[in-house]
Protein backbone atom coordinates (compact mmCIF):
# COMPACT_ATOMS: atom_id res chain seq x y z
CA UNK A 1 0.00 0.00 0.00
CA UNK A 2 2.88 2.24 0.61
CA UNK A 3 3.58 2.73 -3.32
CA UNK A 4 0.18 3.04 -3.67
CA UNK A 5 0.06 6.12 -1.37
CA UNK A 6 3.44 7.36 -3.15
CA UNK A 7 2.18 6.92 -7.05
CA UNK A 8 -1.13 8.99 -5.35
CA UNK A 9 1.21 11.45 -4.10
CA UNK A 10 3.21 12.10 -7.24
CA UNK A 11 0.31 12.51 -8.95
CA UNK A 12 -1.43 14.97 -6.92
CA UNK A 13 1.83 16.63 -6.90
CA UNK A 14 1.80 17.06 -10.43
CA UNK A 15 -2.37 17.78 -10.75
CA UNK A 16 -2.03 20.59 -8.41
CA UNK A 17 1.46 22.34 -10.84
CA UNK A 18 -1.23 21.85 -14.15
CA UNK A 19 -3.73 24.50 -12.54
CA UNK A 20 -0.92 26.84 -13.14
CA UNK A 21 -1.99 26.26 -16.57
CA UNK A 22 -5.48 26.41 -16.53
CA UNK A 23 -6.18 29.82 -17.63
CA UNK A 24 -4.34 29.98 -20.70
CA UNK A 25 -5.09 26.54 -21.78
CA UNK A 26 -9.46 27.35 -20.79
CA UNK A 27 -8.74 30.66 -22.17
CA UNK A 28 -10.06 32.35 -19.29
CA UNK A 29 -9.03 35.89 -20.10
CA UNK A 30 -12.09 35.92 -22.83
CA UNK A 31 -14.22 33.66 -21.37
CA UNK A 32 -14.25 36.05 -17.98
CA UNK A 33 -14.67 39.36 -20.19
CA UNK A 34 -18.71 39.32 -19.12
CA UNK A 35 -18.26 38.08 -15.80
CA UNK A 36 -18.71 40.60 -12.45
CA UNK A 37 -15.11 41.57 -10.58
CA UNK A 38 -16.42 39.21 -7.65
CA UNK A 39 -16.84 36.21 -10.04
CA UNK A 40 -13.35 36.59 -11.70
CA UNK A 41 -11.45 36.61 -8.32
CA UNK A 42 -13.34 33.83 -7.23
CA UNK A 43 -13.04 31.79 -10.03
CA UNK A 44 -8.98 32.25 -9.62
CA UNK A 45 -8.33 32.00 -6.04
CA UNK A 46 -10.97 28.82 -6.03
CA UNK A 47 -8.70 27.71 -8.08
CA UNK A 48 -5.18 28.17 -6.61
CA UNK A 49 -7.08 27.01 -3.44
CA UNK A 50 -7.40 23.82 -4.88
CA UNK A 51 -4.58 23.24 -6.34
CA UNK A 52 -2.83 24.13 -2.61
CA UNK A 53 -5.15 21.60 -1.69
CA UNK A 54 -4.39 19.05 -3.83
CA UNK A 55 -0.07 19.52 -3.03
CA UNK A 56 -0.87 19.46 0.31
CA UNK A 57 -2.85 16.28 0.16
CA UNK A 58 -0.01 14.98 -2.35
CA UNK A 59 2.87 16.20 -0.21
CA UNK A 60 1.04 14.11 2.48
CA UNK A 61 0.81 10.97 0.63
CA UNK A 62 4.75 11.17 -0.71
CA UNK A 63 6.38 12.44 3.05
CA UNK A 64 3.83 10.37 5.14
CA UNK A 65 2.66 7.04 3.64
CA UNK A 66 3.27 4.77 6.87
CA UNK A 67 1.84 7.14 8.82
CA UNK A 68 -1.38 6.99 7.00
CA UNK A 69 -1.29 3.25 6.88
CA UNK A 70 -0.18 2.17 10.09
CA UNK A 71 -1.71 4.66 12.97
CA UNK A 72 -5.40 5.33 13.62
CA UNK A 73 -5.24 9.13 13.27
CA UNK A 74 -4.00 7.95 9.48
CA UNK A 75 -6.58 5.52 8.61
CA UNK A 76 -8.95 8.35 9.76
CA UNK A 77 -7.47 10.66 7.57
CA UNK A 78 -7.71 8.11 4.40
CA UNK A 79 -11.24 7.83 5.29
CA UNK A 80 -11.84 11.38 4.99
CA UNK A 81 -9.67 11.57 1.32
CA UNK A 82 -11.47 7.83 0.08
CA UNK A 83 -14.68 10.37 0.55
CA UNK A 84 -13.21 13.25 -0.54
CA UNK A 85 -12.56 11.31 -4.13
CA UNK A 86 -15.46 9.62 -3.76
CA UNK A 87 -17.50 12.31 -4.22
CA UNK A 88 -15.08 13.72 -6.77
CA UNK A 89 -15.65 10.61 -8.70
CA UNK A 90 -19.29 10.96 -8.03
CA UNK A 91 -19.34 14.56 -9.89
CA UNK A 92 -16.96 13.47 -12.86
CA UNK A 93 -19.68 11.17 -13.18
CA UNK A 94 -23.13 12.60 -12.77
CA UNK A 95 -22.52 16.96 -12.62
CA UNK A 96 -19.80 17.02 -15.37
CA UNK A 97 -22.05 17.42 -18.77
CA UNK A 98 -21.38 14.64 -21.00
CA UNK A 99 -21.59 17.40 -24.06
CA UNK A 100 -17.99 18.49 -22.31
CA UNK A 101 -16.15 15.39 -23.61
CA UNK A 102 -17.99 12.94 -25.81
CA UNK A 103 -17.21 13.65 -29.21
CA UNK A 104 -13.61 15.08 -28.56
CA UNK A 105 -10.66 12.67 -28.76
CA UNK A 106 -8.69 14.24 -25.83
CA UNK A 107 -11.44 15.56 -23.98
CA UNK A 108 -12.98 11.85 -23.96
CA UNK A 109 -9.69 10.38 -23.35
CA UNK A 110 -9.05 12.75 -20.09
CA UNK A 111 -12.57 12.12 -18.94
CA UNK A 112 -11.54 7.93 -18.67
CA UNK A 113 -8.66 8.75 -16.92
CA UNK A 114 -9.33 10.86 -13.93
CA UNK A 115 -12.67 8.94 -13.77
CA UNK A 116 -9.68 5.87 -13.19
CA UNK A 117 -7.83 8.20 -10.82
CA UNK A 118 -10.43 9.10 -8.76
CA UNK A 119 -11.54 5.43 -8.48
CA UNK A 120 -8.65 4.68 -7.83
CA UNK A 121 -7.50 6.91 -4.75
CA UNK A 122 -10.73 6.24 -3.28
CA UNK A 123 -10.30 2.69 -3.40
CA UNK A 124 -6.91 2.80 -2.06
CA UNK A 125 -7.92 5.55 0.92
CA UNK A 126 -10.97 3.55 1.86
CA UNK A 127 -8.70 -0.19 1.89
CA UNK A 128 -6.32 1.58 3.82
CA UNK A 129 -9.20 2.82 6.16
CA UNK A 130 -11.15 -0.68 6.46
CA UNK A 131 -8.09 -2.74 6.65
Known amino acids: MILHIQIIGFILTLLAFIHIGFPKYFNWKEEQENLSLINKQMMSVHT ?14 LTSANELIETNLGKKISLGLGI ?22 FE ?20 IYFN
Do not use: D, E
Not at 48 to 61: M, N, T
Not at 84 to 105: A, C, E, H, M, T
Open 108 to 127: TIMHIIFTLFWIYMSTVFFI
Open 84 to 105: FWFVRLIFQLFVYSPKLWKGKN
Open 48 to 61: FFIALVVFLIGLLC
